[in-house]
């Protein structure tokens, strides 16, 4: 029996263009989700697992396969259908799981034979089962597990192509942010794997860097906090020589032990979601612990460099309290926290979360031609009505956001107090330059899009700013040229 499992590519997600921006192919991390579901597979399965992000095959070519199973994150569910309908045009029977599937099951099975909702752990082997007896169901319902019975993933199975391999040790996040999906998906209740599984997991992995897909590898109580303890101790122990990459929130610099273990165990980077400048911003998001009184984020900031750790500071643009400067302000507070590298995103109603919600209710869902413009939501382009900015002046903030941020001074700065702290200056510049590329295919998208011309600025002559431009083949650009009514439809 053979199975593909298949990871969409979305030209229009920056980080998926390594030909565009060379700094990106340190920067494709791995479907981790289809290397669980691959453990979880019976042998007699013959498994291929395909990343559209690193290649994308002529599947007409390959040997025609028992089953499909497709992942897709919201921004790859219109690949997801198209791979989908080339599949079921042979005769093959596709299922799709993941983020996307579960948030929006009607609209999949309308493209697919079978959508698996939730965490897979619980129903893949009834499906693949169903598949073989030929009695496949359009919907499995997965539980959320106890992580003890989440296998190690697979990852002997895409071992070329990635800087960087993965691992989850956690899922679940109580916090339910309003722009987030995790709590919805995942669960409110925070869930951890057995700290031997992940040692044994991590030792499987053949990459020296790791990216620790946790949300939050810290959790939110003193509990969670000494298991992540006991999982740094476990891990210099066991002498992996790994460096490692992750998420958490602020509260990682409120203790000291927790940085020490986490640097000593590896940990080069963290991601933390500061998400606004304002305590008006951070309301609105529902972001609790950032708008704890008293927090220094300077001083936070320092506490995690002191330990020879980076800091990817994230921030979203586009709040209602946001005020025409907000890109500005963000690169600004980006710089006076210490953050090494800064992440600003449009808001994005993304579906199943809180803010989809009250958007929709709203009716201020701007890109809503579906399934086409998920492609869109990919928290790089302006899908909502925002309340104090047109499309073409929230792009506007992000420029002026991602100039000043990642100007080549201060790009030259950043870089320069790393290596004076030996805080992993070589990561920090690619990361930069990585983040300063981006911004400039996304510039170039914008003016495909009509927005802006293709310095960034402005356009007052939308017709012209679009027939002057020839995008090449490779460029995201291209998917966007044609797209006059996601135009139209932005500038309502
Ligand atoms: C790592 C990660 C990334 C990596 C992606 C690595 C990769 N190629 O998968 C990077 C950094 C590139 C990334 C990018 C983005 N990400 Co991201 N990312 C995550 C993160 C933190 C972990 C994902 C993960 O590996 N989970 C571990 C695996 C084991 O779980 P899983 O993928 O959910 O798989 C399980 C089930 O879903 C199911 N399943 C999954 N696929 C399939 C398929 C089949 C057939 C079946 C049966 C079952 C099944 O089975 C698995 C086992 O239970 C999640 C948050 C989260 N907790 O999920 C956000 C998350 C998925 N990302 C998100 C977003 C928005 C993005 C971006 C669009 C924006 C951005 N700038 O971050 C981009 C777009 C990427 C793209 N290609 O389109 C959102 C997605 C929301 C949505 N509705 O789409 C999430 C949920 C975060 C959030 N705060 O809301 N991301
Ligand atoms: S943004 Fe982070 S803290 Fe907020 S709900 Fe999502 S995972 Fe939890």
Same mark, same amino acid.
């Given at each position: ?18 030909? *565009?921006?060379r ?22 399965? #013959? ?12 599947? *007409? ?11 897709a ?19 093959v ?25 939730? #965490?897979?752990?619980? $129903? ?75 040692? *044994? ?28 303890k *006991? ?12 460096k ?12 000291? #032990? ?6 000593q165990?590896?940990?080069?980077g ?34 995690i ?8 500071g994230s921030?979203? +643009? ?17 710089s ?11 808001l ?23 399934p086409k ?11 909502a ?12 903030? +992000? ?42 295919l ?5 003016a ?22 020839r ?7 291209a998917?966007?040229? $044609? ?10």
């Amino acid at each position: 029996m053979r199975l593909y499992l298949i990871n969409p590519k979305n030209p229009l997600v920056s980080l998926a263009n390594i030909r *565009e921006s060379r700094w990106n192919r340190y920067r494709v991390w791995k479907p981790l989700g289809l290397l669980v579901l691959a453990a979880l597979t019976p042998p007699e399965w #013959e498994i291929t697992v395909i990343d559209e992000n690193v290649d994308t095959p002529d599947y *007409e070519a390959m040997p025609k396969p028992d089953l499909v199973g497709i992942t897709a994150f919201t921004s790859q569910a219109c690949r997801a259908y198209e791979i989908a309908r080339a599949f079921r045009s042979r005769g093959v029977k596709v299922v799709m799981g993941g983020i996307h599937a579960t948030a929006c099951t009607e609209e999949a099975l309308q493209y697919v034979d079978a959508v698996v909702s939730g #965490e897979a752990e619980s $129903v893949w082997k009834t499906v693949l089962d169903d598949a073989r007896h030929g009695t496949l169901k359009t919907t499995y319902v997965g539980e959320r597990l106890d992580l003890a019975q989440v296998p190690p993933a697979r990852h002997d199975l895409l071992t070329k192509g990635y800087a960087f391999g993965s691992i989850q040790t956690t899922r679940g996040c109580p916090l339910n942010c309003s722009f987030c999906s995790v709590s919805a998906f995942n669960g409110t209740r925070y869930r951890h794997r057995p700290i031997a599984s992940v040692i *044994e997991e991590l030792k499987s992995i053949g990459e020296k860097w790791v990216l620790v897909v946790d949300d939050n590898l810290i959790g939110m109580s003193d509990a969670h906090v000494a298991r992540a303890k *006991e999982l740094f101790r476990a891990m210099i122990q066991a002498d992996l020589r790994k460096k490692w990459i992750c998420q958490a929130t602020i509260n990682i610099a409120d203790d000291d #032990e927790l940085l020490a273990l986490a640097a000593q165990a590896g940990c080069c980077g963290v991601f933390i979601g500061f998400e606004s400048p304002t305590a008006e911003g951070l309301a609105e998001v529902g972001k609790k612990f950032n708008v704890l009184r008293g927090r220094d984020f300077p001083a936070s900031i320092r506490r995690i460099h002191r330990h020879n750790i980076l800091v990817v500071g994230s921030f979203i +643009m586009g709040l209602d309290a946001d005020e025409p400067g907000i890109g500005l302000r963000i690169a600004k507070a980006a710089s006076s926290y210490g953050v090494d590298i800064l992440n600003a995103l449009f808001l994005t109603p993304l579906p199943g979360t809180r803010l989809w919600d009250q958007m929709k209710s709203d009716d201020r869902i701007a890109a809503r031609r579906f399934p086409k413009d998920w492609r869109y939501y990919t928290l790089g382009f302006p899908t909502a009505r925002y309340k104090h900015f047109t499309s073409a002046q929230i792009i506007e903030e +992000m420029n002026a956001c991602d100039r000043s941020f990642y100007s080549r001074w201060n790009i030259g700065g950043r870089v320069a107090r790393s290596l004076l702290g030996l805080r992993h200056p070589l990561l920090s510049l690619v990361s930069n330059l990585s983040y300063r590329g981006n911004a400039r295919l996304n510039r170039r998208a914008y003016a495909q899009l009509g927005l802006l011309d293709d310095r960034g600025r402005k356009s007052h002559c939308r017709s012209a700013a679009r027939s002057d431009s020839r995008p090449s083949a490779h460029s995201h650009a291209a998917h966007l040229a $044609v797209d006059g009514e996601f135009q139209a439809e932005q500038a309502r």
